[in-house]
């Protein structure tokens, strides 16, 4: 890569965990290196070693986008946050601001997150980030209360966390046993559909490029779906 272009790749943390591994997204522009979810706590050394075989300099990192809640979305956080000081800006959704700020319990364990992280900007749905030619944040709520998704307008790529899934290159709901509200995230998706898409990219389970707007409909058609 060279600083002058703006680009959006991901990288796998295969070695987090061999038969599912992350797949984090990173964009960048001349001035920002932005990074999408933090990993496993422990990881952050994995998370540099992606950035180098992908040719992204890792020191040069300034904005830290979180999805949501979820440990293995922000076990890392606490690390590269001391790792980078202020040279790094973390952004997430207004909602997942005491979550992540230990004020209010984690929503899946019930026990408030083990080192507090203090978001520096807080972001509502609509929003339009001025990084790598502009991110647009998409609220989801459902999965977790705070899920916020990410779409990168010049690429048309949406960055869904853990509001869908994928297999295969195949668009896939979200897992059932980890979405605590699956009305609320089915109205999420359905967001989705309005965007011009060329990509989704699921935390677990990575790229997805064909019959996009068909698997949406598909996935919201089914509706609620029991425990797998
Ligand atoms: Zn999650």
Known sequence: MTQTDIGIKTIQLTMANRNNPFYLTVLWDAQDIVLVDAGLPDQMELIRAA????????????KILISHQDSDHIGSL????QAF?????????ETAVP???????????KKLVRTPVKVDVALQDGDILPFAGGIRVVFTPGH??????????????LIAGDALRAQDGILQSYSPIYTSDQVTALQSIAKFQVLDLSKIIAY???ECMDNLYDRLQAILDAGPVENE
Not at 51 to 62: V, Y
Not at 85 to 93: M, W
Not at 103 to 108: G, I
């Open 144 to 157: 977790t209360p705070d899920h916020t998704s990410f779409y990168h307008i010049p690429s048309k790529t």
């Open 85 to 93: 000081g202020d040279r790094v800006q973390v952004l997430a959704h």
């Open 204 to 206: 677990h389970g990575g």
């Open 78 to 81: 606490p690390d590269l946050v």
């Open 99 to 109: 979550y992540l700020a230990g004020a209010l319990p984690l929503h899946k364990s």
């Open 51 to 62: 950035f180098q075989e992908a040719g992204i300099p890792f020191e040069k990192l300034t």
